[in-house]
């Protein structure tokens, strides 16, 4: 399991997220909060290219003010819809644009994980596919005045009120939510 595998590591997840961090704990990792800060502007229009980029370059640049014992774990969310890539909403604007586009549709959420330990670099990603119920306009503005759209890839949290708007999910709920568990457990036990 993976607090036994991390048991005598120190890790650092180079991220802000909360939601990250939640995970984590619910994991059993108590783990040093680092964010990266990295340009994460969308470059190339393939989200499994993208969110593994974004992520390694997150451990690379934690890597960077650490030593090498540390296991470092990074990790970048976005959601995809009608090949486009939704990130987080500029402004309240743009996250009614981005609720509407999901309203009575479905999108793929990708997330990248990077892992550095040593001198090893991996990563991975993982892609689950959420569906979502009509929304109508009202839904839409009280949901934005929750603020909870606003600092999140496609503009809603599955792990909030924003869980009232899904009406289906295939794939893993935790990617969803920003840190998939199980990709994680997989890519531990090839690097350690």
Same mark, same amino acid.
């Given at each position: 399991?993976i607090?036994? *595998? #991390?048991? =005598?590591?120190?890790?650092? @997840?180079?991220?802000?997220?909360p939601?990250?961090?939640?995970? +984590?704990? #619910?994991?059993?990792?108590?783990? @040093?909060?680092?964010?990266?800060?990295i340009?994460?502007?969308?470059?190339?229009?393939?989200?499994?290219?993208? !969110?593994? *980029?974004?992520a390694?370059n997150?451990?690379?640049?934690?890597?960077k003010?650490v030593?090498?014992e540390y296991?470092?774990?990074?990790a970048?969310?976005?959601?995809?819809?009608?090949n486009?890539? #939704?990130?987080?909403?500029?402004?309240?604007?743009?996250?009614?644009?981005?609720?509407?586009?999901?309203?009575?549709?479905?999108?793929? !959420?990708?997330?990248?994980?990077?892992?550095?330990?040593?001198?090893? #670099?991996?990563?991975?990603?993982?892609?689950?596919?959420?569906?979502?119920?009509? @929304?109508?306009?009202?839904?839409?503005?009280e949901?934005?005045?929750t603020?909870?759209?606003? =600092?999140?890839?496609?503009?809603?949290?599955?792990q909030?009120?924003?869980?009232?708007?899904?009406?289906?999910l295939?794939?893993c709920? +935790?990617?969803?939510?920003?840190?998939?568990v199980?990709?994680?457990?997989?890519m *531990?036990?090839k690097i350690?």
């Open positions: 399991m607090h036994n *595998l #991390l048991k =005598d590591k120190q890790v650092i @997840l180079a991220s802000a997220s939601r990250r961090k939640e995970i +984590f704990n #619910l994991i059993g990792i108590n783990a @040093l909060q680092m964010p990266a800060y340009d994460e502007d969308v470059i190339n229009n393939n989200p499994r290219k993208l !969110v593994k *980029l974004h390694k997150k451990a690379i640049e934690i890597r003010k030593q090498s296991v470092i774990v990074a970048d969310t976005i959601v995809y819809h009608n486009e890539v #939704l990130g987080k909403p500029r402004n309240v604007y743009q996250a009614a644009e981005f609720l509407t586009r999901l309203s009575n549709s479905y999108h793929y !959420v990708y997330t990248g994980v990077a892992i550095a330990y040593k001198h090893q #670099l991996i990563s991975d990603f993982e892609k689950t596919r959420v569906e979502f119920k009509p @929304l109508t306009a009202q839904e839409i503005e949901y934005i005045k603020k909870e759209p606003l =600092d999140k890839a496609g503009a809603y949290g599955i909030g009120f924003g869980c009232q708007f899904i009406k289906r295939s794939g709920y +935790f990617n969803v939510m920003g840190f998939p199980q990709l994680f457990y997989e *531990l036990k350690l």
